[in-house]
Each structure stands twice: as C-alpha cells, then as structure tokens.
C-alpha cells in the first residue's frame, strides 16, 4: 500500500517543524525567566531547554490508510525488519512533546509554532504525558487515558495499548527508562518522568525512515529518505522523495 498523500507532503518538511519547536520551547524558556509563564511548567521546561537542538536527526515513521504517525528514531538506514525494532524518540524530543501537550501550556505553544502546524504535530507525534505527584481535582481524568491518577495505569494496559517511562534529571540528561510493564517506578528528588505511548493497537501498514540535518540556519532538512518493502523484506529508496529541501510546514 503506498504511503498517504498528507506524509508525502509533509515528509520532506517535518525537520523544519520539529526545528520550529526547539525555537519555540527558547523563546518559552526566556519567557519562564521573565514570570510570564505558568509556574507548575517551570521544571519540565527547564529540563527541555537545557538540551540542544540535535544536530541531525533520523526520523521513524508508520502509516495505516490515511493517517501517520511519528513512532520513532535515530535508526540507521539499511536496518533490519521495523516489525523487530522498538524505536524511541531521543529525550529532547520527548521533553517536546510533553510540552505539546501539557495543558498549562498548550495556547503558548499554539502561538508560537502557529495553530496548523501545532495541530498537525500534535497529531503525528507520540502522545506523551508528564508524570507527577499532584493530586488531580476531584471529577479529572488524565487526558487520553481516562485514569484519575498514575496508579491505575494497568487498567490502560489491560486495554492492549504499549508505554515506556522515561526518567531525566533537572538538565534533561536521560537517567533509564523502560517499557511499563504494571505500576511505575518512584522517583527521586529532582527527577522528572515522561510517559510515552510507544505504538498503537493496530499493525501499520508501511513504514518510511528519513534522515533530516547538518542544522542550517536553525532548521533540519531532509536529505535521505527509504521506505520498507515488506514482500522484499529489504528498504529501498522512498517513492515520495523530493530532491529540493525544506517545503512550508
């Protein structure tokens, strides 16, 4: 089944839209220094500016009829089988995500990254949350998982869907993660835990890597892309890809 027409737009110019996030969480974090942000983001955010911009990134993506999504990287091309690889995103785009999706601030980051291009990353990238000790208000749920605090995240398991902890320190340096496999592991002092969603229930149906960088001008662009053959079990040059650099994203 060849790849859906929205991933082979938007393939080439996703380096470029991951880039505008790092400028986004710069411009966020000089904001947190000014008071203008909401205090409860103050610790994660420290932690995502504290990691630079990668200087080249390869990125792992998985489609199923119309849709596609954002399930991995840093695989080198010529790998073996996906079906047999457990892709993770690198931690300073984990930290990314979870500031896509922290409620505090969801609106700043709109702004910046523009309303579309937030809106399609949101959709595209893997869901991640950021596990804390606070106490929801009574009648909350922790949005996407329909739990009322961490300690229920089995029955999310039981469902059939897949996560992975992830435990950084203050500056963002990765400390261990794992896949979840019943409760979650406590944390230390100074410690910060994401929650990734590292695949869905359903089996895609194809599979495209792409390498993205050197960074030029704040930006990732692409400059090699290949897709999985799954009757020739082998990778082959990406029918998609366009030799010009970055499109508008």
Known sequence: MPPPSSLQRRLPALG????????????????????????????????????????????????????????????????????????????????????????????????????ARYDRLARVLPRVWWVTNDTLPPGSVIAGLGITAWNELPKVLAQGRRFAWV?????????????????????????????????????????VQASYGPVEAGRWTMNAAQQWQPEAQRWSEWEGQRKTGVMAA
């Open 167 to 207: 435990i950084v320190d203050a500056k963002g340096r990765e400390i261990a993660r794992a896949e979840v496999s019943g409760s979650l592991p406590p944390l230390a002092e100074q410690e910060i835990m994401l929650l990734v969603e590292c695949s869905t229930q359903q089996p895609f149906d194809g599979w």
């Open 16 to 115: 470029h839209a991951l880039s505008r996030v790092f400028a986004a969480m710069d411009t966020l974090g000089k904001r947190m220094a000014r008071g203008t942000l909401p205090r409860d983001a103050t610790e994660l955010l420290q932690a995502a500016t504290a990691k630079a911009m990668p200087p080249t990134q390869t990125l792992f993506c998985g489609w199923r009829e119309r849709t596609w999504q954002i399930v991995g990287s840093g695989l080198s091309m010529n790998e073996s089988a996906p079906e047999a690889l457990t892709a993770m995103l690198p931690v300073s785009l984990l930290l990314a995500c979870a500031l896509l999706h922290l409620p505090g601030l969801r609106q700043a980051m709109r702004r910046e990254l523009r309303y």
